[in-house]
């Protein structure tokens, strides 16, 4: 029996949601949207929020004022607190660093600990937003590209990576774990690796694992935190990505290096906390708990219909069902389009908006992106549709 409503449709409109806004889905995507559309791009989930967190919400609106608010002891605490439980990670307080987001605060850290020109190592198909904060702050892609095997599993060159970690140009390691788009979670060997790695030859370590508290019932995830034994390491945790409040822009790194905490701070100023973002931090993590073990159990339920349904109804499509993240990488090649036409036709014919494989980089183009974080009957309409213009 679930405690939440995970079938609910929440209607968007009229809220600037990015996700389901054509005219946005037009700029990026160069792609159509009709009355129907349903959009399963961008990553954020069609689920409601727990209401643990709603509810703090609303007492704090209730509040009437909204003014500079700082990060409390018991904001400290939940992160804190729910590292430990969860992932058996041991966080000090004075560690945290807040940023409004991951991907803005990549881009202040590479900024304050890097020089133009110096190179920024990435494991590519990987999240797009990497390659666009390095080439925006005229730092150079080195890409370590994933191997791919015939069956799609994707593995680590160690061999380049050991090369690239070893060119003196090349200062910092962005790992993404659970990695998107591949939906693989890296095993506890192969993080080690990489981390004595970047241990040897000094490189700083980014360890985007915004993913980490989505993973599959079956699949083990091991933070490359408590697997690093240099004094370069630096851990992206976000509420965001875990309660779906991306757009409270709540994330927060572990940096026990003080010279690079201090770096940053001096780079970026001291940035205040947004108080809707301290609420529902804590009350997502203090109170949030169930909430992210149904949202599990969905997700599971989710791509094991989507696994079944490909099979048997999209014969030529290939899909692995993710480890991590609720994003889902489906090999469509074998249609014989284009990427532009595959995303253009499943768009004005099935009324679907997904992405590409292409912007990933590394040669998986043909490939496209589903978020699966949705009611599952309006991911079995979105397939039977795609399933349908195919069938044609
Ligand atoms: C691996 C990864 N990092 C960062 C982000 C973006 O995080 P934020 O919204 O906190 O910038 C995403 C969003 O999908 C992601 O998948």
Redesign the pocket.
Known sequence: MSKYDWNKEVDRIGTSSFKTDSKKVKDILKLNSYDDTIYLW??DMDFACAPEILKVLHDRVDNEIFGYTYKSDEYNESIINWYKRRHDIDIDANDLIYSN??????RNIIRALTDEGDGIIIQEPV?Y?FATQIKGTNRKIVSNKLLCDFENNYSIDFIDFEKKARDRHNKIFML?NPH?PVGQIWSESDVKRMMEICETYDIIVIA?E??CDLIRKDAKFVSAYNLYNGDKMIL?T?A??TFNL?GL???NFVINNMEIRKKIVKYTGDIFVNPFAVEATIAGYNEGEEWVKELNEVLDDNFDFMEEFIKENLPKARFNKPEG?Y?ALIDFRDYGLSEAELLCKIADEAHVILEGGAMFGNSIEGFVRLNAACPKHVLEEALTRIADIFKQ
């Open positions: 961008v990553a987001g991951t991907v803005a605060g990549i999240y937003p993404c998107n985007d915004i993913h992206a976000a965001n990505k991306a822009q709540i994330t993240t994003l």
